[in-house]
DNA sequence: CGTGAGTATTTACGCATGTAAACATCGTTT
DNA sequence: AAACGATGTTTACATGCGTAAATACTCACG
């Protein structure tokens, strides 16, 4: 499975939000954030189509990227990723050590009971 | 902050779970799973030695390794960053990733339960 | 048609990583 | 003391990544 790099997703971010978009637009977007050059910007689109994870279509002279990686896809192989080295594979001692680090949130909390309650709901 | 990379922690593993240990002990414990030759993991130690992540005692002709860094500080690491990245920082959202691609045993619920009451009864 | 601005593609380069071979060191055995 | 075996240290090498300079392509314009 083609893995795709950190400052490559951040790429891929820009197009989550909204599809399809030009290396220019790409570049305003992400470029002042990451300190990123014209160049880099558009080695990493290189790296995305090589790796099938965007497409692009001519239009005129420039290109539009739109994604193929759905980011829920993505999202999936890292948070899997993370969960099977550190934890076993399972999500209550993840979710464990961020209560142990008082790492919830107020807020956190209220959408994991409500999380909780519709699980249970459904259950039914 | 110095990070470690993904071989090194299947070394940093071996090691938490028990030390001191030699390098010949990590690498029967962790070789033939890894498919890695003795030079293999004696790299991995010094590059982990480099980069303070364990200590090294003389032991005779040997080297008994330690753990300087701890699991916890790694898994806090690891996960803060993935969090951070992909859920804006909170652990509702990601339970809530988990929960949609059914990813959340019967097991998992049961404990985020109890942690949930947990939390509330401290709070009292 | 040649040129220049706008874009994209190629090449580069230093550093980390995964993996290991080559080399060095140091007690032990003839 | 010389050679050997065990162990650690150095060096290597391909690949990927972050970053970008260099180069190439493509229209619109003079």
Redesign the pocket.
């Known amino acids: 499975m083609m893995?795709?790099?950190?400052?490559?997703a951040v790429v891929m971010d820009v197009l989550w939000r909204e599809a399809p978009r030009?290396?220019?637009e790409i570049l305003a977007e992400v470029g002042p954030a990451?300190?990123?050059?014209e160049?880099?910007v558009?080695?990493?689109?290189?790296?995305l189509?090589r790796k099938k994870a965007v497409h692009?279509e001519?239009d005129?002279?420039?290109?539009l990227y739109r994604p193929l990686l759905k980011r829920e896809q993505y999202v999936q192989q890292e948070s899997k990723g993370l969960l099977d080295r550190l934890f076993d594979g399972r999500v209550a001692p993840l979710v464990a050590h961020f209560s142990e680090q008082r790492k919830l949130s107020k807020k956190d909390i209220a959408e994991l009971r409500k999380l909780l309650k519709e699980l249970d709901d459904e259950q039914s």
Chains 1, 2 share one sequence.
């Open positions: 893995m795709i790099s950190e400052a490559e030009t290396a220019e990451q300190n990123w050059q160049g880099t558009k080695s990493l689109l290189n790296r189509l692009a001519r005129g002279r420039r290109y």
